[in-house]
T-cell receptor, first 117, second 109 residues
Framework: DTAVSQTPKYLVTQMGNDKSIKCEQN?????MYWYKQDSKKFLKIMFS???????INETVPNRFSPKSPDKAHLNLHINSLELGDSAVYFC????????????????FGEGSRLTVL | QKEVEQDPGPLSVPEGAIVSLNCTYS??????FMWYRQYSRKGPELLMY????GNKEDGRFTAQVDKSSKYISLFIRDSQPSDSATYLC?????????FGAGTILRVKS
């Protein structure tokens, strides 16, 4: 049973399209995240939700809109895709919003590889 | 300048070698230091974390923090081909982590 699962694993789409990525965790964690990893492997936080409430919103374009229907699910919708959005998007979860900075307990999904043509 | 700097490599070593992976950082407020391993086409997984300065050992892995130099290291003893992966360091900033760009390690049998 996969702890953090995200779908789809691969997306190839044209510029200007809209796409969504879904994430689910079965670890019972309170906090979920979206990270973006660019071609140089640099991993940067985008959003974090704690028990469905948005707690971290980095300087991400408004075209990116996260949604957390419950604490086990976190989705990411991207409007008007641009070439620079091509990256691997990782969903992650942690037991709490405070524990991650102390223990690094962050559980990642396998990533969703987005290619914008 | 990025807050966390890490040489991207790749670092190629023969099986059995001792590997040293390093990160430097600029923010003296960082107190917790983590190492993650990321296999190709997978998400990162936590290897170890340390608090403040000092060493921590876990099997073949040793994490070392030198806060005075703003320098952290991960040593891998008796490296194995299965250790081939990207290693990312990370540090605490408020309630989130700041990651280095990762070092690609290749262990050749």
């Amino acid at each position: 049973d996969t702890a953090v699962s995200q779908t789809p694993k691969y997306l190839v789409t044209q510029m200007g399209n809209d796409k969504s990525i879904k994430c689910e965790q079965n670890l019972g964690h309170d906090t979920m995240y979206w990270y973006k990893q660019d071609s140089k492997k640099f991993l940067k936080i985008m959003f974090s939700y704690n028990n469905k409430e948005l707690i971290i919103n980095e300087t991400v374009p408004n075209r990116f809109s996260p949604k957390s229907p419950d604490k086990a699910h976190l989705n990411l919708h991207i409007n008007s895709l641009e070439l620079g959005d091509s990256a691997v998007y990782f969903c992650a979860s942690s037991p709490s919003s405070t524990s991650v900075a102390n223990t690094g307990e962050l559980f990642f999904g396998e990533g969703s590889r987005l290619t914008v043509l | 300048q990025k807050e966390v700097e890490q040489d991207p490599g790749p670092l190629s070593v023969p099986e059995g070698a001792i590997v040293s992976l390093n990160c430097t950082y600029s923010n003296s407020a960082f107190q917790y230091f983590m190492w993650y391993r990321q296999y190709s086409r997978k998400g990162p997984e936590l290897l170890m974390y340390t608090y403040s300065s000092g060493n921590k050992e876990d099997g073949r892995f040793t994490a070392q923090v030198d806060k005075s130099s703003k320098y952290i290291s991960l040593f891998i003893r008796d490296s194995q081909p299965s250790d081939s992966a990207t290693y990312l360091c990370a540090m605490d900033k408020g309630n989130k982590l700041v990651f280095g760009a990762g070092t690609i390690l290749r262990v050749k049998s």
